[in-house]
């Protein structure tokens, strides 16, 4: 079988050290290790998604997708039966999302197309608790891209 390029609508590379990357149509996320391009390693339905990520989170890697409505879910590749979800209060649906890691820290990025864009604190999931919003900002725009750089 072919890696499915013309159904997806995020391709993502874990750019920490390469090893996976990810293609997410609008119905399905699956994780590719570099070494076997075949097969996916990991196969997720999903609803109507928009974007998808790579975070990593003290040294494990996850990956956090989200679509039509607030709901935004995360697994960890080590750990991918394990999916969980919160409530990221975005309306009406979770457009764009990003990772940033500064230290040990991990942050994620999200937009929904009403203008909200909000940073959430990650690294809380490895104590089994929800990610928290540690800020938000509305931009009065439809957001329908977005880009995160450390300066």
């Known amino acids: ?7 997806a609508l995020v391709a993502e590379w874990d750019t920490s050290n390469g090893e996976y990357f990810l293609l ?4 399905q996320v699956l994780v590719f290790q570099t070494s076997n391009l ?3 390693m990991i196969s997720k339905k999903t609803l109507k998604l928009h974007s998808a990520v790579f975070l990593y989170v003290q040294g494990r890697l996850f990956v956090v997708f989200g ?4 709901q935004i ?13 919160f409530d990221s ?14 230290g040990d820290m991990a942050y994620l990025v999200s937009a929904s197309s ?6 959430w604190n990650f690294t809380q999931i490895l104590n089994e608790e929800s990610p928290k919003a540690i800020t938000e900002h509305n931009c009065d725009l439809r957001i329908t891209c977005m880009t995160v750089s450390i300066i």
């Open 1 to 7: 079988s072919r890696v499915p390029l013309k159904d």
């Open 73 to 85: 879910s995360y697994f960890a590749v080590d750990n991918h039966e394990d999916v969980k979800c």
């Open 89 to 102: 209060g975005h309306t009406p649906r979770v457009k764009c999302l990003k990772s940033v890691e500064v």
């Open 67 to 70: 679509g039509e409505g607030p």
């Open 38 to 40: 075949e097969v996916p």
């Open 114 to 119: 009403d203008g909200t864009i909000k940073l």
């Open 24 to 27: 997410a149509s609008d119905t």
